[in-house]
Structures are given as C-alpha cells and as structure tokens.
C-alpha cells in the first residue's frame, strides 16, 4: 500500500474581481502581469490554471503551487511533504494505517500553518507580494499577515491512498472510518497517548462515512473530518477531486472571511450591498459546478464532499448576518434623512418669517418702534411653534 497527502491552504487576496466593471479587469491585468513578471525573477513557473475562476497558476516547486481565483481568494496546493519522522509512528501502529495517515497529516499540517520549514517560506513571500499589489482592500481584516496563522486559518488535507490489494475499496473499512472520524486518534501526536489509543481501536465500533465510487478502481470516502481518495493504481481521480477542493475550500473560507470583516469592521451599506453580490455569485458558482456536465458517478461522488463541508450552514450564517447588517444600515440612513427633513422644513420657516417681516413691519409703521419688537418676538414664537410641531410629526 502507498499513500500521500495533500493540503489545500486557502488565503485571503484581500479583493475580489467577480464584479466584471473595467476597474476590476484593470486591476487584475495589472496585478497578472506584476505577478508574471515576479515569478520570472524567482524562477517559478506560471500555467494556464484548468480550474474554474482562477486567474493565476504558479508553480513554486514540484511540491508546492497557488492558484488565485476571482473570488479574492488564493489557494496554495501542497504534495509529498517528506519532513516528518514516521519511524516510531509506522512501528507502533503497523496494523493501523488510519493511525500513520492521522499522525503524518496533524505534523503536517502544523508544519505549514507554523511555517516551521524553509520550504514554506515561499508561503509568505508569495502572499506578501500580493497584497502589495492590492490598491483598496475589501475584506482588510483578513488580508493580513496579523489574521489567525500569519494570514492563514486552515489547512484542509486530502488522502490518497493506493491499494492493490482492494482491501479499502470495495467495503467500508475500519482504517478509513477512523480517518473520517477521527476522535479517538485526535491525540496521535503525543506519544503518551498511544497505547491508550491502541487500546481504545480494540473496541472501536464504527461510525460511518459516505464512501461513493468514481470508477471501477477508484472510490471516494467523505466525512466532516477528511477526503480520501482510495484507488487500486494511481488515475485522474485525484486531480479532480483536488481541483474540485480548491473551489469548494476557497468559497468556504471567502464566506467565513466575510463573516470576520463583518463582524470586525464598521461597513457602510453600499459595502454589505457588494459583499451580500460576491456571496450570490460564488454560490451560484458552487450549484453551476455540481450541476455541469459530468457523469453520474462524478456527480455523485461531488455532491457527497459538498454535503460534508458544512458550506451551506456557512453560507445561511453569512446571508443572515448580511441582511441583519443591511436592516441596520438602511435604518440609520431612514433616520438620517428624517433629521435631515426636519432640519429643512425649520429653516423654510425661518426663511419664511425672515422675508415676511420686513413687509408687515413697514406695512405698520416706517420706522423702528415698539410695534417692531413686539412682531419680532411674535415670529419668534411661531417659528418656535412651528418647529415643535414638525419635530413631533416626525416622531
């Protein structure tokens, strides 16, 4: 049996370009071509990304590319990381390969999310000269180097594991489920945990997962937890489903990055109006997907993964927090403009009384007397009256 894994690892450009106005395009040629001209300098290689909405493919190293899609958002895609010590791990846990996976992903993961190697300073040096070619920041709270993992917030990590044998493909398996469902094994990495791990597999009662076939040698096992990609050899199967990852993980964490800004800055309706579009668009994008042009199986296999990556609730949470956010907004510009009205309609009194006076008092008398001071006191007292009674009328 072989295996890998691979990490997807979203982040936030800071702007979104799903908006086809002439700026945007400007913007994101300018920023192609600052980008291209970038990876020159450094020996990176550029593709044409086959992905949907990605408008920038760079590959860094064999091991490590990006992809930076229209949403705003930035997708670092990692392989074959082969700086973690699994001596002690595999010979523990020979009979348990769900335990060697678990453990191999968890110090992964930590590796990345702390950039705890050189090979991921590219991480960093890459994502900093991106936000330095962004003019106006949409989401500024997330678009940073200070948001959670020095710009980072998760790191979603794919199985891929080769099995001649069959043994994991064509029934659900003891290993995979303790992949997809992982509470007992979540302490793997402290090796003061692992025989009472050991012990705890012994009387392990399954807890299920969708398991759905691609192909007649591949198959795909989804839960809250975890991807895995379980084949007899080695196919096209992996490639798609990582592809299909990197816009479901990028959506996913563009809508939880909207959530955070919302909820960290002071936006103005206009704002909430264009965030509460860029959620529509990505949306629709996600059901157009699912809805393509693909066999059955493929659908099948697409529509389980969606299921468990909590997108929907996400998305629920988000439009609520939009429309709750818009309410308040419209309502204090409704109670600006009801000031604004009273403000107006005071000074049409004044200016009314002020033009009036001159006439009734030369109308009376030709020079100032005390039928002045008492017409002058009179208006006063209307123009008092009268702005009373239009604050209460508004009220």
Same mark, same amino acid.
Request: charged share 25%; net charge negative.
């Given at each position: 049996?072989?295996?890998?894994?691979?990490?997807?690892?979203?982040f936030?450009?800071?702007?979104?370009?799903?908006?086809?106005?002439?700026?945007?395009?400007?913007?994101?040629?300018?920023?192609?071509?600052?980008?291209?001209?970038f990876?020159?300098d450094?020996?990176?290689?550029?593709?044409?990304?086959? %992905?949907s909405?990605c408008?920038?493919?760079?590959?860094?190293?064999?091991? %490590?590319?990006?992809?930076?899609?229209?949403?705003?958002?930035?997708?670092?895609?990692?392989?074959?990381?082969?700086?973690?010590?699994?001596?002690?791990?595999?010979?523990?846990?020979? *009979?348990?390969?769900?335990?060697?996976?678990?453990?191999?992903?968890?110090?992964?993961?930590?590796?990345?999310?702390?950039?705890q190697?050189?090979?991921?300073?590219?991480?960093?040096?890459?994502?900093?000269?991106?936000?330095?070619?962004?003019?106006i920041?949409?989401?500024?709270?997330?678009?940073t180097?200070?948001y959670?993992?020095?710009?980072?917030s998760?790191?979603?990590?794919?199985?891929?594991?080769?099995?001649?044998? *069959?043994?994991?493909?064509?029934?659900?398996?003891?290993?995979?489920?303790?992949?997809?469902?992982?509470?007992?094994?979540?302490?793997?990495?402290?090796?003061?945990?692992?025989?009472?791990?050991?012990?705890?597999?012994?009387?392990?009662?399954?807890?299920?997962?969708?398991?759905?076939e691609?192909?007649?040698?591949?198959?795909?096992?989804?839960?809250w937890s975890?991807?895995?990609?379980?084949?007899?050899? *080695?196919?096209?199967?992996?490639?798609? %489903?990582?592809?299909?990852?990197?816009?479901?993980?990028?959506s996913?964490?563009?809508?939880?990055c909207?959530?955070d800004?919302?909820?960290?800055?002071?936006?103005?309706?206009?704002?909430?109006?264009?965030?509460?579009?860029?959620?529509?668009?990505?949306?629709?994008?996600?059901?157009?997907?699912?809805?393509?042009?693909?066999?059955?199986?493929?659908?099948?296999?697409?529509?389980s %993964?969606?299921?468990?990556?909590?997108?929907e609730?996400?998305?629920?949470?988000?439009?609520?927090?939009?429309?709750?956010?818009?309410?308040?907004?419209?309502?204090?510009?409704?109670?600006?403009?009801?000031?604004?009205?009273?403000?107006?309609?005071?000074?049409?009194?004044?200016?009314?009384?002020?033009?009036?006076?001159?006439?009734?008092?030369?109308?009376?008398?030709?020079?100032?007397?005390?039928?002045?001071?008492?017409?002058?006191?009179f208006?006063?007292?209307?123009?008092?009256?009268?702005?009373?009674?239009?604050?209460?009328?508004?009220?």
């Amino acid at each position: 049996m072989n295996w890998s894994i691979i990490h997807i690892v979203p982040f936030d450009i800071g702007y979104s370009f799903v908006n086809y106005r002439c700026s945007n395009q400007q913007d994101k040629e300018r920023i192609i071509s600052e980008l291209e001209n970038f990876c020159k300098d450094n020996g990176y290689d550029v593709f044409e990304a086959q %992905i949907s909405k990605c408008f920038f493919n760079v590959k860094f190293n064999e091991n %490590i590319s990006c992809f930076l899609l229209e949403y705003g958002i930035g997708v670092f895609v990692v392989k074959n990381i082969k700086e973690i010590d699994m001596k002690k791990v595999k010979e523990k846990f020979e *009979e348990n390969i769900s335990c060697v996976l678990y453990y191999s992903k968890k110090k992964e993961q930590k590796l990345i999310l702390e950039c705890q190697s050189k090979s991921f300073e590219v991480f960093k040096i890459f994502m900093k000269k991106v936000w330095s070619l962004i003019s106006i920041y949409e989401r500024p709270y997330s678009a940073t180097e200070s948001y959670k993992y020095a710009g980072f917030s998760y790191v979603f990590s794919i199985y891929h594991i080769i099995d001649p044998t *069959e043994n994991l493909l064509k029934a659900k398996n003891e290993n995979i489920d303790l992949l997809m469902n992982p509470s007992i094994i979540h302490k793997i990495c402290d090796e003061t945990q692992w025989d009472a791990i050991k012990t705890k597999i012994l009387d392990y009662d399954m807890k299920g997962y969708n398991l759905k076939e691609y192909t007649a040698i591949s198959v795909v096992a989804s839960s809250w937890s975890a991807v895995a990609v379980i084949e007899n050899e *080695e196919t096209e199967v992996i490639e798609k %489903i990582i592809n299909y990852e990197i816009n479901a993980q990028a959506s996913w964490f563009l809508f939880d990055c909207l959530v955070d800004n919302i909820n960290k800055s002071n936006m103005t309706n206009l704002d909430l109006q264009k965030e509460k579009s860029l959620a529509t668009n990505v949306s629709l994008d996600m059901s157009i997907i699912l809805g393509a042009n693909m066999s059955l199986s493929e659908k099948n296999v697409l529509e389980s %993964i969606f299921r468990t990556t909590g997108f929907e609730a996400l998305r629920d949470k988000l439009f609520l927090l939009l429309e709750n956010r818009i309410a308040i907004a419209e309502a204090k510009i409704s109670e600006r403009q009801v000031k604004y009205g009273i403000v107006t309609e005071i000074l049409l009194v004044l200016f009314t009384l002020v033009s009036i006076y001159e006439p009734i008092r030369n109308l009376i008398s030709g020079s100032l007397q005390t039928v002045d001071i008492v017409l002058g006191i009179f208006m006063i007292v209307i123009f008092i009256i009268c702005s009373i009674m239009i604050i209460r009328r508004e009220k």
